[in-house]
């Protein structure tokens, strides 16, 4: 699914749910425990933009992407 940037931040994240089920069984969860699960789109090493004839796609000039934790999107 692409997203924009501000579109994918509203996600949940698979990987954050296990930083704070980690966090959980050592007893140490934060405060902001749901921070952690959401999507955090082009800082996460996962984070691919999406390119066509290698410029990045745009909706309202906001680039496109997707995670990359699925695979590659064709």
Known sequence: MMLTED???????PLGSLNVLAAKASGEVPSDYLAWCKCTASECMMWHWHK???ER?????SPL???G???RLK
Do not use: H, M, P, S
Request: charged share 35%.
């Open 7 to 13: 579109e994918a931040k509203k996600k949940d994240c």
């Open 69 to 71: 934790l699925a695979g």
């Open 52 to 54: 066509l004839n290698d």
């Open 65 to 67: 992407g997707y995670c």
């Open 57 to 61: 796609k745009t909706v309202a000039n």
